[in-house]
């Protein structure tokens, strides 16, 4: 049976979507690095941009964000870069 969540492949995708658009620095950073994107695979650029991201000395923030978000080999990387540019 295939998990579903608020119209999401599951809850990592949805979470990471959600944490990415209700920060505005963080969502024009995303957007920004999928529009320039080279080579076209916008699922692995936007992959690569988050764990740099998580990689990176964490805010309180960022920390909470790696630990609602939970396991990245979940998220449904290509559903939220098409997601975020269609916004």
């Not at 740099?52 to 290509?78: I, P």
Request: proline share 0%; aromatic share 10%; hydrophobic share 35%.
């Amino acid at each position: 049976m295939e998990e579903t969540y608020n119209g999401w492949t599951n809850r990592e995708t949805w979470a990471l979507h959600l944490w990415i658009t209700n920060d505005e620095g963080l969502y024009h950073d995303a957007r920004d690095h999928l529009r320039h994107a080279h080579g076209g695979d916008l699922a692995e650029a936007l992959k690569t941009w988050t764990e740099e991201l998580f990689d990176q000395e964490a805010t309180q923030e960022l920390r909470s964000m790696r630990d609602d978000v939970g396991s990245l080999w979940r998220v449904n990387w290509k559903e939220v870069a098409d997601a975020l540019l269609e916004e």
